[in-house]
């Protein structure tokens, strides 16, 4: 009977105490979360755990919402924090590493380099910085840029902007491959 | 449009890759957001009182304990750190920590004053020309545990490697973004008092996420001091001996160890010196030895070589051993040098230990647990059996392996035996709990109930070494790294009579210089050792342990009155009248303060030291070689036109029987930093 409220009742219900609305919001949108972490991280284990970090996120997080904002605008605006904040505590591990010595980098690198080295998806993601790459994460999971300006708390001009600089990037790579290895 | 086309390209490869959730990881994952939500509500009711939060440190750590104490086996262990971030993330968890339920949590013991300096110089390597932003897809480190991640353009790499600390907003618009959405809605912005609580504040994932200001910990050199001024030097004993490891480790790959990895006092203490033991006319369990020599790089200076040397009881007089090996079983930890190697040592280990001993193991990655249940350690083919089993995977969750193994070392714990919990790890801890401020409160606690902790650090990459220095210092503990089987051998095996049984807890020392003989001196090393004068007699305040059959060896510098190698000039106001003559047949008076193991009043012994000098000895002038290495490593500006060639001169000279070819290799290792440092 409750499959027909919609995602924002069950959010709104959810933010009141309702473990059973919650159960059923997470599993709604469970997989589509899965989907866009792995737009936005690239890789399979990072999204297994960046989507865990969301789900255990979100009940402290449902306090915020307010459904002045469509459940998933919301939610991927949770998300697409959570993968930068990601990012972030990833710098403080590689501040250690750096601490060590680039030679260890180096070997990390190539190791990755081989295993991946066909890997057209892997690269072109690496092109992208951050901003960039979460931007189209969310393009190529059919968000408008409205939508995405939105979520990102930029302007629409500048979602345009970045869309056309990552494409321009990815044009970039495929002329330097055609240009030879 | 060729520009569409590429946009086509990728999302057809990302559809094409995009894998299906986990199922399993999905169930978990559902399963404990649910429990986690469960929690929430609890304190949903205060949510919206709280405007005016004002964090203490305190307050984080109670909320530690208060996590630790009372969330036991119901959820899993990760559950209850995310739990915990709720708690403190939220001004709801907030007011729930501050309010009466902070009465039931066992009150934090008194908690020495964290003697880890922040790295003043940053490495250059955080440099944002560093090798690491070029290229394409260099800046990606995903191979390690650690999130994938791009340097290049991250603003907060640079800010971070300068200040050592993440402020937030600083960190690019999604950051802003999610900042301001925390404050609107009351949750996440929160905690925005000090420096350090300030980073978890933005983040959006459960866990606080305070970041590591430094990767070491270490300081500048000690400064000089003028006697008149400053009279009393006071600092904890160490014997850990990680950096010296580190030091090797990097010269052995061709480059100069960064100058903050480079901890003297650990260079100084990794090397076996043969000084006098304690006999029955000493009133400790150790026996100091002083010397007083001229400095080898500054001839109208001098050193003052301090030696502490325990007691080496029989070993089969040792009560019964309770180990708990706690081991990081997490991905990074697959690779040869890392867990391999680990279940080599200990093994190692194993061949040591009596029948009277236990045995047990517990692993973290993701969730942890126990992998063999307490064991005497006569039954060598069930625990060999254990190790063999023991598989890399998954995240890493070190703080909930450390609560499984502390338990199980208080249930293993019988009357007159030690107990000890080693835990062998690259690093890399989950890094919101990596704190050390909240890892050491833990840690103090569990230290109170008699259980000790060791650390030993394996591998490169992930290693967090102020992590473990701060969870070693605070468990009455060691930190050593183990890069090879032959340290292994060295540190689990030669040394393991010391380093599992201490001999004397919360070791200071505290020297006292003579105004009339001595004008100015500084500690060599030991500067994320030093305590207050008043610290030495205050039994609360904690200090380094030392094990059966170790040494401590600390040097200081010092000039005599009159000498020209003096620094600083007299003040011209100050009190003109030099300090009484006096008597300057003594150049300080040197006191040692300890606790018998378990006992909470501390023990005194002192010694006048003579101010002429002597000849030192081999074992002296060893020591300063090392010391003199260390400085020419750290770049200190304290050895004029002294050199590698200087230092290599001065150890080959004083390298006497080297039976285990520790001083040797610290020759050949001075010989590789000179011709590196060309």
């Known amino acids: ?181 | 449009m060729t520009s569409d086309t590429d946009l086509k390209d990728l999302k057809r490869a990302m559809d094409a890759a995009l894998p299906a959730p986990d199922a399993v990881r999905k169930a978990a994952n559902l399963a404990q957001a649910q429990a986690v939500f469960a929690r929430t509500q609890g304190s949903r009711d205060a949510v919206r009182q709280s405007s005016d939060p004002s964090p203490k440190t305190g307050f984080f750590k109670g909320a530690f304990d208060m996590l630790f104490t009372r969330t036991t086996g119901a959820l899993s262990a990760t559950t209850a750190l995310v739990a915990m971030g709720v708690l403190i993330l939220s001004p709801a968890g907030q007011n729930l920590l501050r309010g009466p339920d902070l009465a039931l949590s066992p009150s934090a013991p008194e908690v020495a004053p964290r003697a880890e300096p922040a790295v003043s110089t940053p490495s250059p390597i955080l440099s944002p020309n560093a090798p690491l932003n070029t290229g394409t897809a260099d800046g990606d480190i995903a191979a390690s545990p650690a999130p994938s991640m791009r340097l290049e353009e991250s603003p907060g790499v640079a800010i971070d490697g300068a200040f050592g600390t993440l402020a937030p907003g600083d960190t690019g618009d999604g950051l802003d973004a999610e900042a301001r959405t925390g404050r609107r809605s009351g949750v996440g912005a929160a905690l925005s008092g000090s420096a350090q609580m300030a980073a978890p504040a933005p983040a959006d994932v459960a866990l606080p996420s305070a970041p590591n200001s430094e990767a070491f910990a270490n300081a500048d050199a000690n400064p000089v001091q003028v006697v008149t001024e400053n009279p009393v030097s006071t600092f904890s004993s160490d014997v850990d001996t990680a950096s010296y490891a580190f030091v090797r480790a990097a010269l052995n790959r061709g480059e100069l160890p960064p100058p903050e990895a480079v901890r003297i006092e650990e260079m100084l203490n990794y090397f076996r010196y043969d000084l006098p033991a304690p006999d029955a006319d000493d009133l400790g369990p150790f026996r100091p030895t002083v010397s007083v020599f001229e400095t080898p790089w500054n001839p109208d200076t001098q050193l003052v070589h301090i030696g502490i040397q325990g007691a080496r009881p029989a070993i089969e007089d040792r009560p019964p051993l309770n180990l708990v090996f706690l081991i990081d079983t997490s991905g990074s930890m697959n690779d040869p040098t890392k867990l391999p190697l680990l279940i080599q040592s200990f093994r190692l280990m194993l061949d040591r230990l009596d029948a009277q001993d236990q045995v047990a193991i517990v692993t973290y990655a993701g969730s942890a647990g126990i992998a063999l249940d307490p064991t005497a350690a006569g039954e060598t083919d069930t625990i060999s059996a254990a190790l063999s089993t023991l598989q890399a995977g998954g995240s890493t969750n070190g703080v909930g392996g450390l609560e499984a193994a502390y338990d199980l070392a208080a249930r293993m714990t019988g009357e007159g035996e030690v107990s000890r919990v080693i835990l062998a790890t690259d690093g890399d801890f989950n890094v919101g709990l990596s704190d050390p401020d909240a890892l050491e409160t833990y840690i103090s606690t569990q230290r109170d109930t008699g259980i000790y902790l060791s650390v030993l650090g394996f591998g490169r990459g992930n290693l967090q070494d102020d992590t473990m220095q701060a969870l070693a210092q605070s468990g009455n503990g060691t930190a050593a790294y183990i890069d090879t089987l032959h340290e292994a051998q060295r540190v689990l095996v030669d040394q393991m009579s010391g380093a599992l049984f201490p001999i004397a807890d919360d070791l200071k020392i505290q020297l006292e210089f003579n105004p009339a003989a001595i004008a100015e001196y500084r500690l060599i090393g030991y500067q994320t050792r030093g305590l207050a004068r008043e610290d030495f007699a205050n039994d609360a305040v904690d200090a380094g342990e030392l094990g059966a059959g170790h040494s401590v060896t600390a040097i200081y510098e010092v000039t005599p009155v009159g000498s020209p190698a003096t620094l600083v000039a007299p003040l011209r106001y100050g009190a003109d009248e030099t300090p009484d003559a006096g008597d300057a047949d003594e150049l300080g008076f040197l006191s040692l303060r300890w606790k018998a193991p378990g006992q909470d009043e501390s023990q005194i012994v002192d010694l006048a030291i003579p101010a002429a000098p002597a000849d030192p000895g081999q074992e002296a002038q060893f020591a300063a070689a090392i010391a003199g290495f260390g400085q020419l490593l750290r770049d200190d500006a304290f050895l004029g036109d002294w050199t590698y060639a200087d230092a290599i001169a001065l150890a080959n000279a004083n390298r006497g029987d080297d039976p285990f070819g520790d001083r040797n290799e610290a020759v050949q290792l001075m010989r590789l930093a000179e011709s590196l440092s060309r």
């Open chain 1, 1 to 181: 009977m409750r499959m027909d409220v919609s995602d924002e009742d069950l959010a709104l219900a959810a933010a009141g105490g309702d473990a059973t609305a919650f159960e059923l919001l997470l599993g709604r949108v469970y997989d589509r979360l899965f989907a866009l972490c792995f737009r936005l991280t690239g890789s399979r284990a990072e999204a297994e755990d960046l989507t865990q970090d969301i789900c255990l996120a979100l009940p402290g997080k449902l306090a915020g919402f307010r459904g002045d904002a469509k459940v998933t605008t919301w939610l991927y605006r949770v998300a697409v924090n959570a993968a930068s904040d990601r990012r972030r505590r990833a710098a403080s591990y590689a501040r250690a590493t750096e601490g060590w010595s680039d030679i260890e980098i180096d070997r990390t690198r190539s190791a990755i380099e081989t295993a991946e080295a066909h890997d057209w998806l892997t690269r072109a993601m690496a092109v992208l910085s951050p901003t960039l790459r979460d931007t189209l994460a969310l393009v190529l999971d059919g968000i408008t840029q409205v939508q995405a300006a939105e979520i990102l708390g930029v302007s629409e001009g500048t979602i345009a902007w970045r869309v056309a600089e990552a494409k321009r990037k990815l044009r970039d790579m495929k002329a330097l491959e055609e240009a030879g290895p």
